[in-house]
């Protein structure tokens, strides 16, 4: 039987008959069976499963509660996996390095509009190890040299194009053009570079490729083909210092 929210008024009030024109909710907490049907079969006491599948027509999502969960696209749905969410776009580094390894090849601009700076940031890491097990510590050297050299050649380039550039873009593409110096510091393993001349002659061919594939993308991304050599002596000057660090 249903009750009312409020107490009858008869009885607060002693008696009366008359109601002032008021209306009073009449609940249907009593009876299982109705709050059953007005909730579409599900009482008051259903699982939170039935009510969600009454609620959305669909079944309550399972969510996966694992930290493995954070790196793929599972967790709650609709959940951006981890990397993307950091800004890591593993196929912007692979077209990337792909691009460093063959400068000869069209570069298609798009993959450069992101400040992604996991590539450089493991390639300066591998360069340090290389030097490590050759009996260089040049951690400290590598980062300062990167750092200046990084915030000199934006400022030459946004004083020479009419666009400019963002430091961390500069930064992303003169890092992921230091690949054929870590293959020299690579070499390095297996080779002792005492003789100068050997230092030399090794160390022209990643100086000219890094040059030339950072040179290209950034000429191609700021659209100063007319000026590719004056982009390139500064750029040249950079790699020239970590070609240094690594062979002598």
């Known amino acids: 039987?249903?009750?009312?929210?409020?107490?009858?008024?008869?009885?607060?009030?002693?008696?009366?008959?008359?109601?002032?024109?008021?209306?009073?909710?009449?609940?249907?907490?009593?009876?299982?069976?109705?709050?059953?049907?007005?909730?579409?079969?599900v009482g008051v006491h259903g699982s939170a499963d039935e009510f969600y599948a009454s609620s959305y027509g669909t079944a309550l999502p399972i969510v996966e509660r694992s930290w493995l969960a954070a790196f793929g696209t599972g967790g709650f749905p609709n959940e951006s996996p981890l990397m993307e969410?950091?800004?890591?776009?593993?196929?912007?580094?692979?077209?990337?390095?792909?691009?460093?390894?063959?400068?000869?090849?069209?570069?298609?601009?798009?993959?450069?509009?992101?400040?992604?700076?996991?590539?450089?940031?493991?390639?300066?890491?591998?360069?340090?190890?290389?030097?490590?097990?050759?009996?260089?510590?040049?951690?400290?050297?590598?980062?300062?040299?990167?750092?200046?050299?990084?915030?000199?050649i934006w400022a030459i380039l946004n004083l020479m194009s009419q666009g400019g550039i963002e430091v961390m873009r500069t930064a992303s593409i003169l890092g992921y053009c230091l690949l054929p110096i870590v293959f020299l510091g690579s070499i390095g393993l297996a080779i002792d570079f005492k003789s100068g001349q050997l230092a030399a002659i090794s160390a022209l061919i990643p100086i000219a490729w890094c040059t030339y594939s950072s040179a290209t993308m950034f000429v191609t991304v700021l659209s100063m083909s007319e000026q590719r050599l004056l982009v390139a002596y500064p750029i040249g000057l950079f790699y020239t210092s970590f070609a240094l660090l690594t062979v002598f």
């Not at 609940?27 to 059953?36: G, V």
């Not at 792909?98 to 400040?115: H, R």
Request: proline share 4%; aromatic share 12%; net charge negative.
């Open 85 to 152: 969410e950091l800004g890591i776009n593993f196929q912007h580094i692979k077209s990337k390095t792909l691009a460093v390894l063959n400068p000869f090849k069209p570069i298609v601009t798009e993959i450069y509009d992101d400040a992604d700076m996991a590539g450089p940031l493991l390639f300066i890491l591998v360069l340090g190890t290389f030097l490590l097990l050759s009996g260089k510590s040049q951690f400290g050297y590598i980062y300062g040299v990167g750092l200046l050299g990084t915030i000199g």
């Open 1 to 41: 039987m249903a009750h009312s929210v409020l107490f009858d008024q008869d009885q607060m009030y002693g008696g009366g008959g008359h109601n002032d024109g008021l209306e009073f909710y009449q609940t249907q907490y009593a009876n299982p069976n109705a709050a059953a049907s007005s909730t579409g079969g």
